[in-house]
Nanobody, 115 residues
Framework: QVQLVESGGGLVQPGGSLRLSCAASGSIFSINAMGWHRQTPGKQRELVAAITSDGRTNYEDSVKGRFTISRDNAKNTVSLQMNSLKPEDTAVYYC?????????WGQGTQVTVSS
């Protein structure tokens, strides 16, 4: 079994920064794509950022230039550095990993951007 555990969410003022991290444990041989999604009440879950096994990244338009996704293959972790946060970034953030053809999700971590 594979488990993903996220950390780093919380409350931050507009313009502030947060770093989310996600660690995978269990039967892992290699991890393909990793990513972060977010969801707010009443809206569909959306992809925020993704990174391939060879380090290629893509971002949702509204976070380009503000968020940076990175991965550490040795530690089976993915991180999301979020800068210049806006109230509209408020959401539950989920990490995802594709492992041996299966998609795994973390439990979610709340990010609230408010003054």
């Amino acid at each position: 079994q594979v488990q993903l555990v996220e950390s780093g969410g919380g409350l931050v003022q507009p313009g502030g920064s947060l770093r989310l991290s996600c660690a995978a444990s269990g039967s892992i041989f290699s991890i393909n794509a990793m990513g972060w999604h977010r969801q707010t009440p009443g809206k569909q879950r959306e992809l925020v950022a993704a990174i391939t096994s060879d380090g290629r990244t893509n971002y949702e338009d509204s976070v380009k230039g503000r968020f940076t996704i990175s991965r550490d293959n040795a530690k089976n972790t993915v991180s999301l550095q979020m800068n210049s946060l806006k109230p509209e970034d408020t959401a539950v953030y989920y990490c995802t990993m594709t492992i041996r053809g299966g998609d795994y999700w973390g439990q979610g971590t709340q990010v609230t951007v408010s003054s």
